[in-house]
């Protein structure tokens, strides 16, 4: 049997139902400018009836994507910036991103690096890239961590995520491999014994940073999926996006942190979301976020709180932004302190 391919263009969203005719045109013009991919397991959870499906609010194109903000940004946290060869940045002293691929099995319509991604976006490093990526984390013995991102990483054949892992296992003082994703829910089928294997290296300890968004995600295929990295020993922890519309709302989020959990998946990291150009009708403001994380801590147990993060515009790192280093300044202005010490502004005072 053929599996089912996954929807790709405003035709097939209009085929099956997830964009009306009289949108097709709005949805062209999205669709122009930024990647567009939906899975079958994910057209499967979409009731296209519901015009606030918050499936179908993460995935398919939205005419509001069209409207970009000045504070926008094509590089909103500044990857760019501590970028020193192609593929790699280097933000933090003992981690760094290799970025691999620049291709996803979906494209979320609130993705930071929507500029980057997709079939016209960066694509996939070169051999002559790769190897120089390598050479560069060979030659930091600062590099504890690898975390392997873009694009989704597990859309590479386990071939070839085979042989990366055997490289970064020849570097000694690289001790820690993490991979971010959404295959497990999104295309769960490809996590597969071939694939788990190749994600494995001797002498390294194996991540996996699951993002989800929405407990619908967790469908009976994705809880399989997620049992089968589980079950092989490796350490998987989530990533989720405060979104307007999907998940701002205190019984959601604790339906969603319970689900990781229950999947033996701890949650890490609820990300306020980046301004990533056409996505302003996704974000709370940071004072609605910060009073939504505040709902959470009683109401649920320790083990289902993330940290509530904001990636600092312009490439200055992560802050925890219901944390003592953010502070009101003002305006619905918030003055933040960088793990520097060095202050900056939110929303940035200019682009």
Not at 208 to 232: C, K, M, Q, W, Y
Request: net charge negative; charged share 25%; with cysteine.
């Amino acid at each position: 049997m053929t599996a089912a391919r996954s929807l790709s263009t405003v035709d097939d969203l209009v085929a099956a139902g997830l964009v009306r005719e009289d949108r097709r045109a709005q949805a062209a013009a999205v669709a122009e400018r930024y990647a567009v991919a939906v899975t079958p397991p994910l057209v499967a959870l979409i009731d296209a009836d519901d015009p606030d499906d918050p499936i179908a609010r993460q995935f398919v194109p939205d005419a509001a994507e069209l409207v970009t903000l000045p504070e926008e940004r094509a590089d909103p946290i500044g990857d760019l910036a501590h970028s020193p060869v192609e593929g790699i940045v280097h933000r933090y002293p003992d981690r760094v991103l290799l970025k691999a691929v620049h291709v996803c099995p979906v494209y979320c319509r609130f993705c930071f690096r929507r500029e980057m991604v997709g079939p016209e976006g960066l694509g996939t490093l070169t051999p002559a890239e790769l190897d120089a990526a390598i050479a560069y984390i060979a030659g930091r013995p600062e590099v504890w961590e690898v975390i392997l991102t873009g694009g989704d990483p597990l859309v590479l054949s386990p071939r070839r995520l085979r042989d990366m892992m055997e490289r970064l296992a020849a570097i000694d003082h690289v001790k820690i491999v993490r991979f971010h994703t959404r295959v497990p829910v999104v295309d769960p089928a490809r996590i597969d014994a071939a694939l788990i294997d190749a994600l494995k290296a001797s002498g390294k300890t194996t991540y996996v940073a699951l993002h989800a968004n929405h407990p619908r995600e967790f469908t009976e295929d994705a809880r399989a999926a997620v049992a089968r990295i589980v079950d092989a020993g490796m350490m998987m922890i989530s990533q989720t996006v405060l979104l307007k519309g999907v998940n701002d709302d205190a019984d959601v989020l604790t339906a969603l942190m319970r689900s990781f959990v229950e999947n033996r998946i701890k949650p890490y990291y609820l990300h306020h979301p980046d301004l990533a150009p056409g996505t302003s009708h996704f974000r709370l403001s940071l004072a609605e976020g910060r009073a939504l994380v505040e709902r959470l801590r009683g109401r649920v147990s320790g083990l289902c709180q993330p940290a509530y993060i904001l990636d600092i515009p312009g490439g200055h790192g992560k802050v925890r932004a219901d944390s003592m280093a953010v502070e009101e300044a003002g305006d619905g202005c918030f003055r933040l302190r960088d793990f520097r010490g060095e202050t900056h502004f939110y929303p940035p005072e200019e682009n």
